[in-house]
């Protein structure tokens, strides 16, 4: 496996620590080997998401979603149920425990979950403050700056 060093970035960079953390913890962690449960991230609008994933024989008391800081956990624990005493012939349909993770942009937030017909619907909404969204700043005279910095120093 590769290893790669993003230190140069780190003295060359202001603000973007959460993304060079982010390269660095995926470039150390090799990639989810089971598919199960499938899942879709889809974009409804310029600012909404929702990841649907595949969660057929789950009660939603078996289901469990923890949102902390920019991490998204979605755990499924199946409870033991009659099904151990059965006999199978073949058995397709997974009833096994999982946890998925989903690294989640700035400002996005869990606005609900639902499940209905097998399907775990997560709704994501991103919402920037008026403060980091962009601005239109005017433009003076270099003279009329220069006064009002006097004007703040005389005072």
């Known amino acids: ?24 913890n995926v470039a150390g962690i090799p990639a989810e080997t089971s598919p199960y449960p499938p899942y879709n991230i889809e974009r409804l609008s310029e600012n909404s998401y929702r990841i649907s994933m595949a969660v057929a024989g789950f009660n939603p008391s078996e289901l469990k979603l923890e949102a902390k800081e920019s991490l ?8 033991e149920d009659a099904s151990a005493k059965r006999e199978f012939l ?22 609900g979950a639902d499940v209905r017909d097998g399907m775990l619907h997560i709704d994501l909404v991103r919402e920037v403050p008026e403060k980091a969204k962009p601005r239109v700043i005017a433009i003076g005279s270099s003279n009329d700056a220069g006064k009002a910095i006097e004007h703040k120093q005389a005072a």
């Open 90 to 111: 073949h058995r397709g349909i997974a009833a096994r425990s999982f946890e998925r993770r989903f690294q989640l942009a700035d400002y996005v937030e869990v606005k």
């Open 72 to 79: 998204l956990t979605v755990r499924g624990e199946k409870a």
């Open 1 to 24: 496996m590769r290893q790669f060093d993003f230190s140069p970035l780190y003295r060359s960079t202001v603000g973007f620590d959460s993304l060079l953390s982010l390269l660095d």
